[in-house]
C-alpha cells in the first residue's frame, strides 16, 4: 500500500518561506510523476506544481518564480520550496503522484496559512 505523507506546513507571515516534504513508502517517488497540489476553503483543489520523472518541472503561473519543486529518489521524498508567500496561498497542500499504471495516489494534506 503506498503511503504519501506530507510535513512541513504551518503559519507564516507574508513575505516568508516554507518547505513542504512528502514522504512516500516503497520507491514509487522514483518511478512517478510527482505533484503539489492545493486547495483553499471554498475553492477547488488546484495544481501548484509538478515534476516529472526525469525531471521535468511544471508550475502554476500564480506561483511561477517564488515555488521550486524538487525530489529526492534516494530518500523517497519529494520537496515543495515556497518563498514570498501572499495571504492568498493559504491552502491545504496535498502530495500527489501518479504511477506507471496511471493510479493516483494522495497525502492527507498540510495545512500552510500565511497571515500576519
Known amino acids: 500500500q503506498v503511503q504519501l505523507v506530507e510535513s512541513g506546513g504551518g503559519l507564516v507571515q507574508p513575505g516568508g518561506s516554507l518547505r513542504l516534504a512528502c514522504a512516500a513508502s516503497?520507491?514509487?517517488?522514483?518511478?512517478?510523476?510527482m505533484a503539489w497540489y492545493r486547495q483553499a476553503p471554498g475553492k477547488q483543489r488546484e495544481l501548484v506544481a509538478s515534476?516529472?520523472?526525469?525531471?521535468?518541472?511544471n508550475f502554476a503561473d500564480s506561483v511561477k518564480g517564488r515555488v521550486t519543486i524538487s525530489r529526492d529518489n534516494t530518500q523517497n521524498t519529494m520537496y515543495l520550496q515556497m518563498d514570498s508567500l501572499k495571504p492568498e496561498a493559504t491552502a491545504v497542500y496535498y502530495c500527489?503522484?501518479?504511477?506507471?499504471?496511471?493510479?493516483?495516489?494522495w497525502g492527507q494534506g498540510t495545512q500552510v496559512t500565511v497571515s500576519s
Open positions: 500527489n503522484a501518479v504511477h506507471p499504471s496511471q493510479r493516483n495516489y
Open positions: 516503497g520507491s514509487i517517488v522514483s518511478i512517478s510523476t
Open positions: 515534476i516529472t520523472v526525469r525531471g521535468r518541472a
